[in-house]
């Protein structure tokens, strides 16, 4: 008797043993993130735990139990830190508790954003439009959601390119330009901006760094004469790109004068609003970005200020037709029908570089729904008294220094305390700050301004309290004296 071939799938062969596991997965979660406050923010991982991830490719079934136990005991433990209330490094967002659940149910249906007639595109539609509102950009500013602001300042910069373009150059390359594009932006703007333009085939060299005034603002007259001096020496101004909150000291440079500039020199007019474009929702502070509505393109993060869980940006741009022509390829497999799943206007692959997209869009639909953007609005508010509230205990301690004026919520500041030259200083707050880490007390990064090495707090972090400000003044009047008194 010939046997029927077995078939199998990846679903549980017990479903309720893991339904009762993902109940108490749940419950892990939850846990983790509500003693969050109890645990250091940051300790590192054990040899005998990094020794685990060295194992043989597991070639037979280990169980989904014995898995999840695994990141139990080896990898929830270990964690950045950046969910903790005394997280201020580089510049990040805590994530939430919905959030989270977010992106499991977008897992759970796991649809293929690339395009396709399926609701979860509404979704993602909706979700871009409301960024699109937040910064106020006019109703035809289409747009798509990325990996975070990187690939948004990107997708913004390689749609400048190709408008200003004097030959075909999809077809053709930048080798085809009759002259060559230079773009600007001030010493401040993020390193991400550099990367497009190189992998744009620009060259950094295409790539203007205008000085900054003394608040790290981009001088606006001396970009003026760049913009005046590079076409003297025939080459062709393309984009400006102004930062709505810089990473070294969180900077807006003067949004609205730079877009008047753009439209007299009928240049592109590009923010990288990463850190700052979503202040246009605190109600008491978001003067500092106005003019940002008046871009030709916006790069956003959700990530960060928003908390939407890694990963999550989104690319704005102004001209939809200039961006689809950027990106859209139609070839005869992914042709649109007119009716049925493969129908639908715009598929969101034609706006960007990836075909396979998750369902990011989900978690922020939910969490824009959970909050209202209202109270976005008030927790930016909140951080940006905080970072005010910080910056005065600096000030108000003579063995610490404020490095730099604080316009949002970027604190960067040093411990002095009786003096000593740069060299001496910058050593001793590089341990300072490497000691702070492993406390597990508190995690602010670190920036060098003006050849002076700073500790630097972002705070962006919807669980920062006032009394953590005095935890980390504390910690670092206790650790800067402790070096002094050694050195
Ligand atoms: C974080 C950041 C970026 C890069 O964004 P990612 O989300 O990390 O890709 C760009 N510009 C600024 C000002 C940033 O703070």
């Given at each position: 008797m010939k046997s029927e071939p077995v078939e199998e799938s990846l679903d549980p062969e017990d479903w309720p043993q893991l339904r009762a596991l993902a109940h108490r997965a749940v419950d892990d979660a939850l846990d983790y993130l509500q003693q969050v406050?109890?645990?250091?923010v940051w300790q590192p991982t054990p040899p005998e735990v990094l020794a685990r991830f060295h194992a043989p490719l597991p070639h037979g079934p280990q169980g989904a139990a014995a898995a999840y136990q695994d990141f139990r005991d080896w990898v929830m433990p270990w964690q950045m830190g950046n969910t903790h209330p005394r997280f201020w490094g580089w510049y990040m967002g805590n994530g939430t508790a919905f959030g989270a659940l977010g992106d499991f149910l977008a897992a759970t249906v796991n649809p293929n954003m690339g395009g396709g007639n399926h609701v979860a595109n509404e979704v993602e539609t909706q979700v871009v439009d409301w960024c699109r509102q937040i910064v106020g950009m006019p109703p035809e500013t289409g747009g798509l959601l990325v990996s975070g602001a990187s690939m948004a300042n990107f997708v913004a910069l390689a749609v400048a390119r190709n408008q200003a373009s004097t030959t075909d150059v999809r077809a053709?390359?930048?080798?085809?330009?009759a002259k060559p594009l230079v773009f600007y932006a001030s010493?401040?703007?993020?390193?991400c901006l550099q990367k497009a333009l190189e992998l744009l085939g620009h060259?950094?060299?295409?790539f203007r760094k205008v000085a900054v005034d003394d608040s790290y603002r981009i001088d606006t007259e001396v970009l003026s004469r760049a913009i005046a001096a590079d076409r003297d020496a025939g080459a062709q101004p393309c984009a400006v790109i102004g930062n709505a909150?810089?990473?070294?000291?969180g900077a807006v440079d003067d949004l609205a004068k730079l877009a008047a500039i753009c439209r007299r020199e009928k240049l592109w007019f590009h923010v990288d609003g990463a850190i700052g474009a979503v202040v246009a929702l605190a109600p008491n502070h978001r003067q500092l970005v106005q003019g940002i509505e008046k871009a030709d393109s916006v790069a956003l993060d959700l990530?960060?200020?928003?908390?939407?869980?890694?990963e999550a940006g989104c690319a704005l741009v102004r001209d939809r037709q200039a961006h689809r022509a950027t990106f859209s390829l139609t070839p005869d497999y992914l042709k649109h029908a007119q009716r049925g799943l493969a129908s639908g206007a715009d598929w969101f692959s034609d706006y960007g570089l990836q075909l396979t997209r998750g369902f990011r869009a989900l978690k922020v639909w939910l969490s824009f729904k959970e909050h209202g953007l209202d109270k976005y609005g008030r927790l930016i508010d909140q951080n940006i008294s905080q970072a005010r509230r910080l910056a005065e205990l600096v000030r108000e301690e003579p063995e610490l220094e404020l490095m730099a004026p604080v316009c949002l919520n970027i604190v960067c500041f040093r411990f002095r305390g009786t003096g000593g030259t740069q060299a001496q200083l910058n050593t001793l707050n590089e341990e300072l700050l490497i000691r702070l880490h492993e406390s597990g007390v508190a995690v602010p990064s670190y920036t060098t301004l003006s050849g002076n090495y700073c500790l630097r707090a972002a705070l962006a972090n919807h669980r920062t309290r006032a009394a953590d400000l005095s935890v980390l003044i504390e910690a670092v009047l206790r650790g800067g004296r402790e070096l002094a008194r050694q050195a």
């Amino acid at each position: 008797m010939k046997s029927e071939p077995v078939e199998e799938s990846l679903d549980p062969e017990d479903w309720p043993q893991l339904r009762a596991l993902a109940h108490r997965a749940v419950d892990d979660a939850l846990d983790y993130l509500q003693q969050v406050r109890d645990r250091k923010v940051w300790q590192p991982t054990p040899p005998e735990v990094l020794a685990r991830f060295h194992a043989p490719l597991p070639h037979g079934p280990q169980g989904a139990a014995a898995a999840y136990q695994d990141f139990r005991d080896w990898v929830m433990p270990w964690q950045m830190g950046n969910t903790h209330p005394r997280f201020w490094g580089w510049y990040m967002g805590n994530g939430t508790a919905f959030g989270a659940l977010g992106d499991f149910l977008a897992a759970t249906v796991n649809p293929n954003m690339g395009g396709g007639n399926h609701v979860a595109n509404e979704v993602e539609t909706q979700v871009v439009d409301w960024c699109r509102q937040i910064v106020g950009m006019p109703p035809e500013t289409g747009g798509l959601l990325v990996s975070g602001a990187s690939m948004a300042n990107f997708v913004a910069l390689a749609v400048a390119r190709n408008q200003a373009s004097t030959t075909d150059v999809r077809a053709c390359g930048v080798a085809s330009l009759a002259k060559p594009l230079v773009f600007y932006a001030s010493t401040e703007a993020h390193s991400c901006l550099q990367k497009a333009l190189e992998l744009l085939g620009h060259g950094s060299r295409s790539f203007r760094k205008v000085a900054v005034d003394d608040s790290y603002r981009i001088d606006t007259e001396v970009l003026s004469r760049a913009i005046a001096a590079d076409r003297d020496a025939g080459a062709q101004p393309c984009a400006v790109i102004g930062n709505a909150g810089t990473i070294n000291t969180g900077a807006v440079d003067d949004l609205a004068k730079l877009a008047a500039i753009c439209r007299r020199e009928k240049l592109w007019f590009h923010v990288d609003g990463a850190i700052g474009a979503v202040v246009a929702l605190a109600p008491n502070h978001r003067q500092l970005v106005q003019g940002i509505e008046k871009a030709d393109s916006v790069a956003l993060d959700l990530h960060k200020w928003l908390h939407i869980p890694f990963e999550a940006g989104c690319a704005l741009v102004r001209d939809r037709q200039a961006h689809r022509a950027t990106f859209s390829l139609t070839p005869d497999y992914l042709k649109h029908a007119q009716r049925g799943l493969a129908s639908g206007a715009d598929w969101f692959s034609d706006y960007g570089l990836q075909l396979t997209r998750g369902f990011r869009a989900l978690k922020v639909w939910l969490s824009f729904k959970e909050h209202g953007l209202d109270k976005y609005g008030r927790l930016i508010d909140q951080n940006i008294s905080q970072a005010r509230r910080l910056a005065e205990l600096v000030r108000e301690e003579p063995e610490l220094e404020l490095m730099a004026p604080v316009c949002l919520n970027i604190v960067c500041f040093r411990f002095r305390g009786t003096g000593g030259t740069q060299a001496q200083l910058n050593t001793l707050n590089e341990e300072l700050l490497i000691r702070l880490h492993e406390s597990g007390v508190a995690v602010p990064s670190y920036t060098t301004l003006s050849g002076n090495y700073c500790l630097r707090a972002a705070l962006a972090n919807h669980r920062t309290r006032a009394a953590d400000l005095s935890v980390l003044i504390e910690a670092v009047l206790r650790g800067g004296r402790e070096l002094a008194r050694q050195a």
